[in-house]
């Protein structure tokens, strides 16, 4: 085939300038397969095939990718003619070399959009897969826009463009790049505390980190979230690589001079915390715009608690040449871009409301949305960036400045179920996806019934840092309510502080609950709180509040946490309480 001897000439042109590519097959199932084995017996390479079907070899199924991180590979095929993970695809682009093609498996271009996708069963709360049309069009937008990928297109003739020849590229000797050994310099004379780098994938994080544990004088421990994705560090730090898994780590009195955590955004922020003050020195390696969690997050919550931090960013790619149109393409696409936050938003604040619809006439508005709450919340994932563009019921307001988004409000509906499916709630025996809140309530609470009525979650709330304090955030859930109708509430569910709960006490909301045991994710007992909107809503805010106030003193002793409310010492039992007696009964004859 012509076209197969065009791609091998660009291949060896692509390995020549240091840079990887996106090809794109679409068409009906059979084509996409075949065309891929034509492409993978004409281009020698490792080929590994994620799909959620083993249908050839090197297979991987896109749960398991993770597993293969700090691994490279020559090519690789993701078959998305089913569905579209989106972190897996990301995983899977930063593990392949120079020289290295990227085949995209979609189905027929035209029916795309309307296709049901698999993938949506783990992020919608929909017990059947769903069309994706935002996402879909915001990725043909992508695609189409992009003249280094290359699109193959079913029953539609094959154009290869002129590429532009680039400048050749010299990979990495294995000797430190001069970024990095500036860092290592740095590093090797910092007097105790914490060092942070973070960068984009491809480098050099890994390297720097072996270089680190081989030059220095004393021992380093190395924790990751899997030990699989630490081969470039071990490869780089010889025989003095030595790893313990963070929750093993954590078990044992195993000391050290370093303490060396790869991927530091993906470990539980409690588990790091107690990790980190362990060690007198500690180096956190973090992906910046990544799907492991996102460094400027990751530096804005967890590495506050480090006043000394010091902070460092590697930019240089190492792995490939810089201006690789792969990973221009995958940051596009995938909306890894968070420069937002250099941007100080001017001017009054006006509050807005937009709907999902948004994504088609102005993608604009809710790109840099998406990117405010992403840069904010370090364990976003690009599983949230589709649940934020396809999901039902979700609603968004927006905090917009003269020039920049100075803060954004994500809300979930939940609620109204049918009286049958809260009282099965009630009791334990359902437990329907999505509602988080609402089914707390009902399982939890005294009311079997409490699920039936209709509320909406806040998901997500983020105000620009350079526009914190103005009361931007209490303007956003004000503005909830004036562009909400027909619900019974407003509810949080949330990391108890006592910071985070002022400022929820402020927007109007009344607590109800508390956990018993500390999120993985933030170390905290989990709180949640309702805004009451319709006397129905009142009526159970106030009921749940009555009784946190009569448990506040068993919880108090239970977990350690001292609730801010006013303890009943002398309250009884009420009718509702004995409502819970059954499911009591049933708790004890369990356990």
Excluded at 112 to 134: F, G, K, M, V, Y
Excluded at 196 to 225: D, E, F, H, N
Excluded at 226 to 231: C, E, F, H, P
Excluded at 469 to 496: H, M, N
Aim: proline fraction near 6%.
């Amino acid at each position: 085939m012509a076209e197969l001897t065009a791609l091998h000439t660009l291949t060896a042109q692509m390995k020549r300038e240091g840079i990887r590519r996106l090809l794109v097959l679409s068409g009906e199932e059979g084509w996409c397969f075949d065309h891929a084995l034509k492409l993978r017996d004409a281009l020698p390479g490792d080929w590994l095939w994620i799909s959620p079907q083993p249908d050839a070899e090197n297979h991987c199924s896109p749960s398991a990718l993770q597993t293969l991180l700090g691994r490279e590979f020559r090519h690789a095929v993701f078959d998305a003619r089913h569905g579209f993970d989106a972190a897996a695809f990301a995983a899977l682009s930063g593990t392949l070399k120079a020289g290295s093609w990227l085949v995209l498996l979609l189905p027929v271009w035209e029916e795309w959009e309307n296709q049901p996708d698999a993938d949506s069963l783990r992020w919608s709360d929909c017990p059947d897969p769903i069309a994706t049309p935002h996402f879909v069009q915001h990725l043909k937008r992508v695609l189409t826009a992009d003249n280094d990928a290359i699109l193959w297109r079913q029953n539609q003739p094959f154009s290869l463009a002129h590429f532009t020849p680039r400048t050749d590229w010299h990979p990495a000797t294995g000797a430190p790049q001069p970024e990095q050994q500036q860092l290592l310099q740095q590093l090797l004379t910092m007097p105790p505390g914490v060092a942070a780098v973070t960068a984009a994938r491809g480098r050099g994080k890994s390297a720097l980190a072996g270089q680190l544990i081989s030059r220095i004088a004393g021992s380093a421990i190395v924790t990751a979230p899997a030990k699989a994705a630490t081969d470039v560090l071990a490869q780089f730090a010889g025989e003095k690589f030595r790893f313990i898994a963070p929750d093993a780590l954590l078990a044992s009195d195993e000391q050290a001079d370093w303490l060396v955590v790869d991927e530091a955004a993906a470990i539980p922020a409690p588990l790091l915390h107690q990790l980190v003050s362990r060690f007198p020195r500690t180096l956190l390696t973090t992906t910046v715009q990544g799907y492991e969690g996102t460094g400027r997050g990751f530096l804005l919550k967890f590495c506050a608690r480090f006043p000394h931090l010091h902070r460092f960013e590697l930019q240089q790619p190492i792995r490939w040449a810089q201006g690789c149109p792969l990973e221009k393409m995958v940051s596009e696409a995938l909306v890894f871009d968070d420069e937002n936050f250099t941007h100080t938003p001017q001017g009054n604040i006006v509050i807005s409301a937009f709907e999902q619809t948004l994504w088609r006439s102005e993608p604009e508005t809710p790109l840099k949305v998406y990117q405010l709450l992403s840069g904010a919340h370090y364990r976003t994932s690009p599983l949230d960036l589709r649940r934020m563009m396809d999901a039902p019921g979700q609603y968004f307001l927006q905090a917009a400045g003269e020039n920049e988004i100075a803060g954004a409000l994500w809300l979930v509906d939940e609620g109204g179920l049918s009286q049958q499916l809260s009282q099965a709630v009630w009791a334990g025996f359902r437990r329907p996806r999505g509602n988080l809140v609402a089914q707390s309530l009902a399982a939890h609470g005294s009311n079997p019934l409490a699920a039936t009525l209709r509320g909406r979650r806040v998901s997500r709330i983020a105000v620009h840092p350079a526009r914190q304090r103005e009361g931007t955030g209490q303007q956003l859930i004000a503005g909830a309510l004036q562009y909400t109708r027909d619900l019974d509430y407003l509810s949080v569910s949330f990391g108890y502080t006592g910071e985070l709960w002022r400022f929820w006490h402020r927007c109007g909301f009344v607590l109800v609950r508390m956990g018993n045991h500390r999120e993985a994710s933030s170390g905290c007992y989990t709180a949640m709180a309702l805004l009451p909107m319709s006397n129905a809503g009142k009526q159970l805010a106030e009921r749940e509040h009555y009784r946190l106030r009569r448990d506040a003193q068993a919880l108090a002793k239970w977990n350690g946490e001292t609730l801010p409310v006013d303890p009943l010492n002398d309250a009884v039992l009420s009718d509702d309480d004995w409502l819970n007696w059954p499911v009591l009964l049933s708790l004890i004859v369990r356990y």
